[in-house]
Protein backbone atom coordinates (compact mmCIF):
# COMPACT_ATOMS: atom_id res chain seq x y z
CA UNK A 1 0.00 0.00 0.00
CA UNK A 2 3.20 2.64 0.10
CA UNK A 3 3.03 3.75 -3.30
CA UNK A 4 2.67 6.31 -5.55
CA UNK A 5 -0.97 6.35 -6.14
CA UNK A 6 -2.12 5.54 -2.32
CA UNK A 7 0.09 8.67 -1.10
CA UNK A 8 -1.44 11.01 -3.51
CA UNK A 9 -5.27 10.12 -2.19
CA UNK A 10 -3.90 10.20 1.34
CA UNK A 11 -2.20 13.86 0.40
CA UNK A 12 -5.19 15.20 -1.32
CA UNK A 13 -6.42 14.76 2.30
CA UNK A 14 -3.85 17.12 3.75
CA UNK A 15 -6.48 20.17 3.22
CA UNK A 16 -9.52 18.66 5.18
CA UNK A 17 -9.07 19.53 8.96
CA UNK A 18 -11.05 16.41 9.55
CA UNK A 19 -8.55 14.17 8.00
CA UNK A 20 -5.07 16.36 8.39
CA UNK A 21 -3.87 14.13 11.56
CA UNK A 22 -4.53 10.96 9.97
CA UNK A 23 -3.20 11.96 6.60
CA UNK A 24 -0.04 12.53 7.96
CA UNK A 25 0.79 9.84 10.10
CA UNK A 26 -0.23 7.78 6.73
CA UNK A 27 2.20 9.60 5.06
CA UNK A 28 4.55 9.40 7.72
CA UNK A 29 4.05 5.69 7.45
CA UNK A 30 4.57 5.49 4.02
CA UNK A 31 7.37 7.41 3.65
CA UNK A 32 10.46 7.53 1.30
CA UNK A 33 9.76 8.70 -2.51
CA UNK A 34 6.10 7.97 -2.50
CA UNK A 35 5.53 10.60 0.64
CA UNK A 36 8.11 13.11 -1.14
CA UNK A 37 6.19 13.15 -4.97
CA UNK A 38 2.72 13.47 -3.28
CA UNK A 39 4.23 16.08 -0.87
CA UNK A 40 5.11 18.45 -3.14
CA UNK A 41 2.31 19.34 -4.84
CA UNK A 42 0.74 20.65 -1.70
CA UNK A 43 3.49 22.40 -1.16
CA UNK A 44 3.37 24.57 -3.80
CA UNK A 45 -0.33 24.85 -3.84
CA UNK A 46 0.06 26.35 -0.20
CA UNK A 47 2.52 28.71 -1.20
CA UNK A 48 0.34 29.71 -4.10
CA UNK A 49 -2.50 29.64 -2.00
CA UNK A 50 -0.48 31.66 0.61
CA UNK A 51 -1.76 29.03 3.11
CA UNK A 52 1.28 29.45 5.86
CA UNK A 53 -0.35 26.84 8.46
CA UNK A 54 -0.63 24.02 5.63
CA UNK A 55 2.80 25.37 3.94
CA UNK A 56 4.57 25.05 7.27
CA UNK A 57 2.47 21.56 7.97
CA UNK A 58 4.07 20.10 4.72
CA UNK A 59 7.16 21.56 5.17
CA UNK A 60 7.54 19.50 8.27
CA UNK A 61 6.45 16.40 6.71
CA UNK A 62 8.99 16.95 3.81
CA UNK A 63 11.82 17.36 6.73
CA UNK A 64 10.63 14.25 7.41
CA UNK A 65 10.47 11.95 4.73
CA UNK A 66 11.60 13.93 1.53
CA UNK A 67 15.14 13.25 -0.29
CA UNK A 68 16.47 15.51 -3.19
CA UNK A 69 13.67 17.13 -4.71
CA UNK A 70 11.94 17.97 -1.17
CA UNK A 71 15.32 19.73 -0.10
CA UNK A 72 15.19 21.50 -2.98
CA UNK A 73 11.79 22.90 -2.54
CA UNK A 74 12.40 23.41 0.97
CA UNK A 75 15.09 25.88 0.33
CA UNK A 76 13.21 27.50 -2.33
CA UNK A 77 10.89 27.82 0.64
CA UNK A 78 12.96 28.85 2.98
CA UNK A 79 14.50 31.72 0.49
CA UNK A 80 11.04 32.72 -1.80
CA UNK A 81 8.58 31.96 0.71
CA UNK A 82 5.42 34.41 0.40
CA UNK A 83 5.19 35.03 4.44
CA UNK A 84 7.79 36.50 6.69
CA UNK A 85 6.66 33.70 8.85
CA UNK A 86 7.27 30.63 6.66
CA UNK A 87 10.76 32.12 5.16
CA UNK A 88 11.45 32.50 8.74
CA UNK A 89 10.18 28.84 10.15
CA UNK A 90 12.08 27.63 6.96
CA UNK A 91 15.28 28.91 7.88
CA UNK A 92 15.93 26.74 11.11
Do not use: C, N, Y
Not at 4 to 22: F, I, K, L, S, T
Amino acid sequence: WKDDEVAAAVAARMGDRHEQQAATEALLAIGGPAAEAALLPVLAASQEADDSLMTLRVFDLLVQVGGAKAQAALAAVARDGKSDRVRAEAAR
